[in-house]
């Protein structure tokens, strides 16, 4: 089991410019969260995605959307980067049925410049 | 929004037990959690706790809950260098709410 998957790991963009993340979830889950880590915070809940369709979300701007497919991966976008959009990028898996302990992947790193 | 809260820096000696507490807010979680981040990397859960319950114990982790003052510990017995990391106290369903981490130092 390859567990939550991200790609890419780090990336640099220019401010102003989009960028889109992505993550695979653990095998057999269906709900996937997005989260951010600025330098030296604890992750901040972005979204969560389950069934195709955003169920909830954090307080971030519109700039930040995302999309999860059939097959449960999921998509973050982020518009007009800004400096402050610099941060670790963290999706986590779970299961909805039940109680399942939600998985981090090992983030993307992104830094704009 | 929840809140939890953390202390930021923690040393201990090799071999020695370390203590790291969390407060929050929400009392509505069902389950409360404990994960490690190692530098670069990304959130490693180490335990969790149903919120019914007072005491876990799993190994050298040992986790402490009291409902009445919102308070949440993580007990690592022995610890070794090996245990240097920042500790995140979580709660939380469908969203986790994270404090801003605890850095366990561990001198030889």
């Known amino acids: 089991d390859a567990g939550v998957t991200q790609s890419p790991t780090h990336l640099i963009k220019t401010r102003g410019q989009q960028v889109t993340l992505r993550c695979s979830p653990k095998?057999?889950?269906?709900?996937v969260s997005w989260y951010q880590q600025a330098l030296g915070q604890g992750p901040q809940f972005i979204f969560q995605y389950y069934e195709e369709e955003e169920r909830q979300r954090g307080n971030f701007p519109d700039r930040f959307s995302g999309h999860q497919f059939p097959n449960y991966s999921s998509e973050l976008n982020v518009n007009a980067l800004l400096l402050g959009d610099s941060a670790l990028y963290l999706c986590?898996?779970?299961?909805?049925?039940?109680?399942?302990?939600?998985?981090f992947g090992q983030g993307t790193r992104l830094t704009v410049v | 929004g929840e809140d939890v809260e953390q202390s930021l820096f923690l040393s201990v000696r090799e071999g020695d037990s370390s203590v790291i507490n969390c407060t929050y807010t929400?009392?509505?979680?069902?389950?409360l959690y404990w994960y490690k981040q190692e530098p670069g990397a990304g959130l490693q859960l180490l335990t969790y706790i149903f919120s019914n319950m007072d005491m876990k114990q799993d190994q050298r982790l040992t986790v402490l809950l009291n409902k009445k003052d919102k308070h949440l510990s993580l007990r690592i017995a022995d610890t070794q260098t090996g245990d240097s990391a920042i500790y995140f106290c979580?709660?939380?369903?469908?969203?986790?709410?994270f404090g801003t981490g605890t850095r366990l130092t561990v001198i030889p």
């Open positions: 979580a709660t939380g369903a469908n969203n986790l709410f």
């Open positions: 095998s057999g889950h269906d709900t």
């Open positions: 986590a898996s779970s299961l909805e049925q039940g109680h399942t302990e939600a998985f």
């Open positions: 929400d009392s509505s979680s069902t389950y």
